[in-house]
């Protein structure tokens, strides 16, 4: 044996603990969060990038018909640049419509989400864990930097994730929270 087996712990990811302690509060942090950000009565489409995949986000969101109780939250990466993605929704004349968090993590976000949209990020995976529907966006012709999960479409098209977005709408406008995600 190269490593004694009495020195060897189970101990799942240490990134994922917190989500236990989020859910435990969950409805206290709710609360904070639609009250800090002036959300009340709001679905949310959570955006949550990686690093470098914000602009491509921007760009498929902004065919988005957004019926007016939606509201975008980004919750930018922490590596991100937020002036640079500020001034990139400026220019794209976004920043009337997004919320960009500041002080809450983006699992506290996942609270109060009605959708997850990410490019890499692991949020979408995370966002099971709370039951809230995420999509992926990649854009065709670039190399898959993620393996395809079950229940997480991928859209590398921003008429195919227009369409996906406005059936989704609707089915939450008829009251239903169940969309089948294949």
Known sequence: KFYPEENIKIIGALKYDSLFS????IDK???EIFKNFDLKGKRIILLAPSVND???????????????????VLSAHPASD??????YMRKANMHKFIV????VSTQELLTISDIVVCGYSSVALEAAFFEIPSVR???????????????????ENNNYFSQFMESFFNLEN???NHIELK
């Open 22 to 25: 989020v859910k435990k509060n």
């Open 137 to 155: 966006i990649t854009p065709r012709g670039r190399p898959p930097l993620i393996d395809q999960e079950n229940g997480v479409p991928i859209f």
């Open 82 to 87: 937020i002036g640079k993605i500020s001034s």
């Open 174 to 176: 008829e009251g239903s």
């Open 100 to 103: 960009i968090s500041s002080g």
């Open 54 to 72: 914000i602009e491509d986000i921007m760009d498929f969101i902004s065919s988005i018909k957004l019926p007016s109780n939606w509201k975008f």
């Open 29 to 31: 942090i709710r609360s």
